[in-house]
């Protein structure tokens, strides 16, 4: 048994998610982590709500409320509809935690000591319209290197190049759009990237053959290009104070921690947080800190964050010259576009998380974005690839040989499973098949290539349709009773086989083929090759009951409806 720690990027406070954020992060990295504990790993599968900055600030004083207040509100607002979508998270935690201040400050004050942060004088926007310094995201101009007319001040949207406001073409302040901007002198810190860039070059060596290669192009990319020293504070009310013992005179000034400093801090924050809670059990460092513990560390994000989680927290953390346990894996995603466009929070372009979960269940949700995930390329939600997916693979392909197995056969032997003859040669081809595309399936997902998994669950659930129509029992039943009782007997075991299989990326579905049979004993986490090809887990005269329709058949009502809703085609 190995231990795994998983983190998915934070999502951010401000506005409940779309399905591309959802799709990139948190719901890969539950995947993953569900597989990982029923293959008897020790696994702590980590995230948060990314807290500071500006955004938050803006938006609950849009609101009238203080920004603790709306920082609350939304955590929980968050976190309910990921529990809506059944993300198992071992813990769900805050980046303006008390945790993660004092890790925060702390790794903060190590940097230092160890010559790797200074202050610097800088010349920074203000805004005379708004009456205050600008932070990066809030000033919006042209990138200088695309051409994209919308580009934030810290972060190219369209070509993810990393910005300084003084980068931008035409700039203007993204609060009241006045260009009445002038530069002025201020006091930053700076992380000493560039005294660090050899030790992070040594580490992504080391490791990055084992990323995905976009994770591990856009790292070598940076690093290539060269670090840069970067200003890791900012002038907001809401953050992770700078410290007074270490800087009084810009903890006087009201200086905060950039939230790219702090937020993947969090991890760790997050950690202690969920160690807190129960702390004669649960020891943060033990999977934090690498002389203590053997610990594989998996990343989950969209690439957009990959520059940041693979050369920022890693210079971050081989500052401190601290122990820290460093990832071993970034899986990295590409965007997940709606009908060819982005799908955008602040532009409200595509379907957001709880209008999803308001239409139809997590499990149509979670089986779709799985299936389709952006892994090699950029990848399009239209409303016509998720009615064919959900009707042919869900309903026909998994849901529609659960139901008239199970009815059927209730039908024509009553309520128990059926004993029937000895398996027999069709029965053997049928074990042999699902043995190997178990193993085929694991193979995919111990690679974290979710969208081949999907295609060997497909085929898993298909190969029960091949076999069903191969022995055809509403035929068999007129000539050989005994023969169509053992194909009914040996399609149930195929249920109870899909459903500890298929839990990984529809949960709930799982759990309901499982309650179908009333098996006391039933403490099955995984089925093991021999089970497989023996499909024998559910004994003659096991009691059960045909569960409701598993996924019900979307119709072309439906698709109107959504498309009417929701938009088909991007403006």
């Known amino acids: 048994m190995a231990r795994h720690l998983i983190t998915s990027a934070l999502p951010y406070i401000n506005g409940i998610k779309h399905l591309g954020n959802m799709v990139g992060s948190m719901l890969p990295a539950d995947v993953y982590s569900r597989y990982l504990r029923q293959r008897g790993h020790d696994v702590l599968f980590i995230c948060a709500t990314d807290e500071h900055g500006t955004p938050a600030e803006l938006a609950a004083k849009e609101l ?14 968050q976190k309910a509809v990921y529990d809506g979508f059944n993300l198992a998270f071992d813990y769900f935690g805050r980046s303006s935690s008390p945790q993660n201040r004092e890790i925060t400050q702390e790794i903060a004050r190590e940097l230092k000591a160890n010559g790797f942060i200074e202050e610097r004088a800088i010349r920074q926007v203000y805004s005379n319209a708004d009456g205050r310094f600008l932070p990066d995201r809030y000033i919006i101009g042209t990138c200088p290197h695309c051409g994209y007319d919308k580009a934030r001040g810290d972060q190219c949207e369209n070509c993810t190049r990393v910005l300084d406001p003084t980068d931008l073409i035409d700039p203007r302040s993204a609060i009241s759009g006045s260009s009445d901007l002038e530069v002025r002198e201020t006091k930053h810190l700076f992380l000493l990237q560039s005294a660090l860039a050899g030790e992070v070059e040594a580490w992504v060596d080391q490791r990055a053959d084992n990323w995905p290669v976009l994770a591990s192009s856009i790292a070598r990319k940076w690093l290539t290009e060269g670090l840069h020293d970067r200003a890791i504070t900012r002038d907001l009310d809401w953050g992770v104070p700078v410290p007074a013992d ?106 957001f998380t709880h209008d999803a979960l308001e239409i139809l269940p997590a499990d149509y949700w979670r089986y779709f974005m799985m299936a389709n995930a952006p892994e090699s390329d950029d990848t399009s939600f239209t409303w016509e690839h998720f009615t064919a997916t959900v009707n042919k693979d869900l309903a026909d392909t998994l849901g529609n040989f659960v139901n008239r197995v199970l009815s059927f056969s209730r039908k024509r032997f009553g309520d128990a499973v059926p004993e029937g003859g000895e398996p027999g040669e069709a029965e053997a081809r049928l074990g042999e098949e699902i043995a190997r595309l178990l193993a085929e399936y694991e193979e995919h997902m111990e690679a974290i290539q979710f969208r081949k998994a999907a295609a060997s669950l497909r085929a898993l659930w298909s190969a029960g349709n091949s076999y069903l129509e191969e022995k055809a029992p509403w035929l068999e039943i007129k000539t050989n009773k005994e023969g169509a009782a053992l194909t009914l007997r040996t399609a149930m075991n195929l249920i109870h086989l899909y459903a500890v299989v298929s839990e990984p990326f529809i949960p709930t579905s799982s759990a309901t083929m499982r309650a179908a049979f009333d098996l006391k004993d039933d403490t099955a986490v995984w089925v093991t090759q021999e089970e497989a090809k023996a499909l024998a887990a559910v004994p003659v005269g096991t009691p059960f009951t045909v569960p409701p329709v598993l996924f019900a058949k979307l119709t072309d009502e439906d698709l109107a409806a959504y498309k009417e809703r929701f938009g088909g085609e991007t403006e």
């Not at 009238?64 to 607002?77: I, K, S």
């Not at 964050?305 to 071993?328: C, E, I, Y």
């Open 64 to 77: 009238g409320v203080p920004v603790d207040e709306f920082c609350a509100q939304a955590h929980e607002a």
């Open 246 to 351: 270490t800087w009084p005179e810009l903890a006087a000034e009201g200086k905060v921690f950039y939230v790219w400093f702090d937020a993947p801090i969090e991890y760790i924050g997050a950690t202690k947080e969920w160690s807190d809670q129960d702390p004669e059990n649960r020891d943060w460092r033990s999977w934090w800190w690498e002389s203590e513990a053997d610990v594989h560390y998996t990343q989950f994000m969209g690439k957009d964050n990959v520059p940041f989680h693979s050369v920022m927290f890693p210079a971050t953390q081989l500052g401190t010259r601290s122990p820290w346990k460093m990832v071993d894996v970034i899986k990295a995603f590409n965007w997940l576009n709606y009908y060819g466009g982005k799908f955008s929070t602040s532009q409200k372009r595509g379907v």
